[in-house]
C-alpha cells in the first residue's frame, strides 16, 4: 500500500500494487493528537480488507498514540481536490470506525 496524501489529491485507482481499479474507498488512520497524519490510502472493494489490515498493521507497528483509529469512508465519484472543484460536504460517507 502506498501512502496518500492529504488533502485528497484525485487520485482514483486502488492503492494495493497491480490493481489498477478506480477506488470506492477512502481508508485513513486518525488519531487524537494528529487527526490529519497523511497515513491513508484508497481502495477498491476487492482489497478493502487488505488496506485496512495493512494501515492498521502498520499504526500498531509504530506504537500510535493510543486513540488510534482507522476511518472507511465511502466515495461516490472518486476523490475531489481544488482543481476539480471545491469538495462538496457529502462528496463521502463514514462506513465504519475501527479501534487501534
Known amino acids: 500500500m502506498r501512502p496518500a496524501p492529504l488533502p485528497l489529491d484525485g487520485d482514483l485507482t486502488c492503492s494495493m500494487p497491480g490493481c489498477g481499479r478506480l477506488s470506492c474507498f477512502h481508508v485513513r488512520l486518525e488519531t487524537a493528537s494528529a487527526p490529519d497524519d497523511g497515513r491513508a490510502g484508497d481502495s477498491c ?14 499504526a500498531r507497528e509504530q506504537r ?19 482543481a476539480s472543484g471545491p469538495v462538496e460536504p457529502f462528496d463521502r460517507l463514514a462506513l465504519g470506525t475501527i479501534p487501534i
Not at 476487492?46 to 502498520?58: M, N
Open 64 to 82: 500510535r498514540d493510543p486513540a488510534s483509529q482507522v476511518v472507511v469512508y465511502a466515495m461516490t465519484d472518486g476523490r475531489a481536490n481544488e
Open 45 to 58: 472493494g476487492a482489497h478493502l480488507a487488505e488496506v485496512v489490515q495493512e494501515l492498521a498493521s502498520w
